[in-house]
């Protein structure tokens, strides 16, 4: 090596600056373009995350291991320190769900006949995966999970994702391994809504802030702090009722609502067919792009009637 | 020669760990971690990185290697593909020129610069994504993981200083 380097190097020194250079420039106007490509043509690139995500899925499994451990060990510990008060919580909830259970059989039973005469047939859930929440990525950029189970498991795109407390997202791009949750507050998540008590319609739109907002209320409508929405069923997305949060504050900034499910606390969610082909069966990315936007008018406009 | 061959493979697995952890630390950020409010901004591990081998040590992680990592950062996200790509080459880029000014300084100084360098970056983050969106996206997101960021940073740093010393054993 020692022996070329003689009048060498003076040449070639800034040809390999130039062609780095070159290169440099070359590589970011090649991500330019992809950042122009990926807000043209949806499909591929769901089509490449997948396979990305499928790929560090099993590492990403194994790392988010340790961490619920953690959290588990913590939130243990938590639960000893508040048991007293918890305790006393309990059983004042107990007394008052004993009432609501009388109501609610009482209401079961009617529903029961009234739907035996009017012959519905009740969307029940043809079925559903529970799996490991391993991801929780995005950070500014965007609100999403990524999920332990995809297409092997039985996981397809648009279906439901809800835990416990209500609705998380609805299943966004599907791989073999995985899949990713597109969640409530993500900029990119229009769900129809209902205010439960005045039947208002609505959309409840991510704005990338953890509290997503309520917009596209009927005209006249009002909405108060406290009130709870739950899913529409408009748009054949997602079934009627499922809880999505209540609204916490009203101004002229729009109403902010604080959804039921804390992202952080998710460590199982389910991903739920409801066996609805709406407006997300569509598999052409255009017009999925479309229908993710368009209901937020179509659905609300027969209310103003 | 058989040793050379050892050596020079030796030399290029070692010489990949670079990207590697800047790979798998991307990953670790991306795992549910449980705490309230932490997804939404959790600190820019890849910035970190692309900060530190820039400046130390550029040949370790070059132009395709920061494409690459911003390309794999980008997808695992889930938001739009190329954002963090083109910050983190423009990082990159603005670095590479500004090595002389950093060589021999103190590690205050050195932290100092990515306190201004994360801030263009975040900048440059919430710009892209609001022209991508053709809207102005809520900026406190992007403050916060700045903030968290440059906290990180010495941590970090200081863990991948140890690594090129005793791993690359280079320097």
Redesign the interface.
Known sequence: MKQRQGPVPRVVAPVKSLV?RF??VG??M???????L??ADTVL?ET??AH??DS?AP??NV??RP??T??EIVAKGQEIIHLRAENARLREANSRLLQWETVARHLEHENESLRELSNIATDGVNRYVTVR??????????????LSAGQRQGVRKGQAVVAGEGLVGRV??VGQLSS?A?LITD?NSRIPVLVESTRLRGILAG????RPKLIHLPPGGTVAPGDRLVTSGHGGAFPQGLPVGTVVSVSDEGIEIQPFV??????YVRTVDYGLTGILATSSGEEEAKAEEEPAVGTTAPVER | MKQSVWYQLDRTARGLTPFALAVLMV????????????????P?VALVAVYHWTLYRPELLP??AV?VL???Q?????????????VL??V??ALLGQRGFFYGKSFAVVWMGFVLVAAFAKFL??M??SA??SMA??P???FF?YLLTIMIFPPISAFLLRWQRNILRQE
């Open positions: 780095q290169a440099y590589l970011i090649a991500a330019f373009g992809i950042m122009m990926g807000k690139f490449v995350r990305i995500t560090v590492i990403m790392l988010s961490a619920a953690v959290s929440v391993i991801g929780d990525s995005g950070g500014t950029f965007a609100h999403s999970l990524v966004h791009g990713r597109l900029l704005d990338n802030s953890q804390d992202r952080h606390r998710l460590e | 990953m670790v950020a991306a795992t549910p971690i449980h705490i309230p409010e932490l997804a939404r901004i959790m820019a132009a395709p494409f911003g390309l794999f980008d997808f695992l996200a889930g938001g739009p593909v190329g954002i963090g790509t083109l080459m423009g990159y880029g983050s919430w892209l994504l991508y969106y996206v809520t406190d997101a992007f993981q």
